[in-house]
């Protein structure tokens, strides 16, 4: 595991309040950030608009996590906060509002949005991997047959053909021969069905390269 990994799951792991915490807290940070006077030493990426997106960016993130499953609410919730920081920035002597700044937090949002659909994917992959399904049911023989999960040699036939695909990964039907493969399992059975019916073409012309 990755050390960003290791860092996803440790922030993820945090209690819910926690994240609300860290996201209410980076926003009044990003806030008292743009309303300082500009001739007050601060922290930054030396260019105002990688600023305003990096902070969008990581807002987006922590929003993500904090509040899961309203990630429209907190996208356009941040944007909305993008447009009220330049609106208070007219106000102060030494800042201005700017399209570009809010087009600069838009961009954030949507890589921070990329992102947290990156993540997520990722970790229902993980959740399916874990999920340990202790048995299956024979999709095929429709009478309760229970299917055996390992490692099982296959026989792939086509009209008079036959052919053996070596140790399949999945669960196997003992009666019916029927088999729910794991992932990237079934193309091999494919590949060889597909070969198969390649031979059977009599006109060898037909065969593709
Ligand atoms: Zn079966």
Not at 183 to 196: D, N
């Amino acid at each position: 595991m990755g050390l960003l990994d290791s860092i996803i799951e440790g922030y993820t792991g945090l209690p819910l309040w926690a994240h609300r915490l860290a996201f209410g807290g980076c926003m009044l940070v990003v806030m008292a950030l743009s309303l300082m006077p500009a001739e007050v030493p601060m922290p930054s990426t030396g260019w105002d608009k990688s600023n305003h997106f990096l902070a969008f960016f990581v807002l987006t993130l922590l929003g993500g996590v904090a509040y899961p499953g309203r990630t429209a609410l907190v996208l356009t919730g941040l944007l909305a906060y993008g447009a009220l920081i330049e609106v208070l920035q007219s106000f102060t002597p030494s800042r201005s509002a700017e399209w570009g700044d809010l087009l600069a937090d838009a961009v954030g949002l949507l890589l921070g949005w990329m992102v947290l659909q990156l993540v997520r994917m990722q970790a229902q992959m993980v959740d399916l991997k874990r999920s340990d399904i202790t048995q299956m049911v024979c999709p095929q023989c429709h009478n309760g047959t229970e299917m055996h999960y390992g490692k099982q040699d296959m026989t792939i036939t086509h009209g008079a053909m036959a052919r053996q695909v070596f140790a399949v990964s999945g669960w196997h039907c003992p009666v019916c021969k029927e088999c729910v493969f794991d992932l990237g399992e079934g193309i091999r059975c494919v590949e060889t069905l597909e070969a198969m019916i390649l031979d059977s073409v009599p006109d060898k012309s037909l065969r593709s390269a």
